[in-house]
């Protein structure tokens, strides 16, 4: 490619931004011209593009969320979105594309790539939901924002011998709810990939370890589960335990991005611009065992990641 376009798009992720900087610094040092598609897919089917050049990224390494900002596209999803987009493209010369983003992301990015501009995937999201990736560009920094306010949570249920009640994000997918109620030492954690029962699971598990000492606990929940509110009510009536609902939400998602994910969003856009560089679209730029791999977009739209199992069956032994 000689021109080639970056954007990102679903929901923002940190580390998006070295991400981006990757992409566009490796693009210059090999000789090719980089523009930033604004908004997600919606740049591309406007024309809110921007020409980038080294400086254009700079200060945005240690920063989340997008320069680019980001978006949900409901046209792309169609044809005649996908043909604006390409007809963009070839009036800018853009011969090669960076998304980063989700699965849904990713379709967008097969059917540019179909509709002959090579495009390639890189995966940003907190939830760490795409199963072709051991991790997304965002995960890293999630968890440890979502860890940090569980214990700031903690210190109020130790103190007052209550117990907290937790909504972590994940888009019903379990992986942040999971390794959060690991690091926070959750007494039960609640995920829509496991058989859960609030009987057994929570009443049970808080009057056992009542009975143990313990007087202070926490409960992970998944978004979107459950009410935590009226989950924490019921905790309440039936242990006698006074208990209290937070919802983490968007706190999530922002902040400074960790310097794991910093490292991977450098690798990942690398790797991205390398393929472009050779012609190669339709691929999905991941990471596989700490080494940086690329597959075929509809081959790993296919793949299954499920939760750690044995993870979630450690947490019980522990956490008592
Ligand atoms: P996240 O789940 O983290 O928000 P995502 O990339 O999965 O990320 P979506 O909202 O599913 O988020 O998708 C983002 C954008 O990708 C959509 O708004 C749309 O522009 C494009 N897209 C989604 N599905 C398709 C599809 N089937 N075909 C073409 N484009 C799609």
Redo the contacts with the bound molecule.
Sequence with gaps: AKKIGVLT???D?PGMNAGIRAVVRCAIAKGMEVVGVHH??NGLINGDIEQMDVRSVSEILHRGGTMLYT????E??EQAG?LKGKETCEKMGIDGLVVI????????AR?LSLAGIPTVGIPG?I?N?ISCSDFSIGFDTALNTAVEAVDRLRDTSQSHDRCSVVEIMG?GAGHLTLDTGIACGACAIWVNEVDFDVDRDIIQKIKSTASNGKHHFIVAVGEGITDVHALAKEIETKTGVETRATVLGHIQRGGTPTARDRVLATKLGVHAVELLEKGIGNRVVVIKGNTVVDYDILEALQMKKGIDKKLFEDAKLINI
């Design positions: 798009s679903g929901g992720a997600g897919y978006a949900r596209c409901l792309f999803k996908i983003g989700g699965d849904g992301s990713f379709r967008g059917d999201t939830d939901d888009h």
